[in-house]
């Protein structure tokens, strides 16, 4: 039994000392730093944004499973990293088209033994607006 509870004492450490996503859950609702991405010679930034478009918007409505209940949602289990390097690939090789006037870009790919489609949708300035998986 002791065993059992220093195993438990030490997974806590390593928790707080490495940080939650080390242990594979999602980051939080603050962006680590600015993302840039490019797709041939078009730039695109993610920022931290507001409730309305970048990281925030996307962190709120696509990740935060208590808020937003009927928007589309990751899998509880990706991180910040995994979610910012899928946007990545979807802005580099995603099919693109337009709604509203906003360039948006679409595109299937396999993430932790899942294939999704995403959508990138990206504001006119290139900062990303929203990114999320679609049902």
């Known amino acids: ?35 840039n991405f490019n797709r041939g010679s078009r730039n695109f930034t993610l920022v931290q944004g507001t409730s ?15 808020k937003f209940t009927t928007k589309s949602k990751f899998n509880a ?12 690939m979807t802005l580099k090789h995603g099919s693109e088209s ?3 006037g906003l360039p948006i870009f679409e595109y299937r790919q396999k993430i932790k033994n899942t294939y999704r489609k995403y959508r990138a949708t990206v504001n006119t300035d290139g900062t990303v607006r ?4 679609l049902n």
Do not use: C
Request: glycine share 8%; proline share 1%.
């Open 1 to 35: 039994m002791s065993k059992l509870i220093n195993f438990k004492i030490i997974g806590f450490l390593l928790f707080l000392f490495l940080g939650a996503e080390s242990f594979g859950q999602v980051a939080s609702a603050t962006l680590s730093g600015t993302k």
């Open 52 to 66: 309305k478009t970048g990281w925030k918007h996307i962190y709120d409505r696509h990740v935060n499973l208590s």
């Open 77 to 88: 289990t990706l991180t910040q990293s995994q979610i910012i390097n899928a946007l990545s």
């Open 98 to 100: 337009t709604y509203a």
């Open 130 to 133: 929203t990114f999320h998986p």
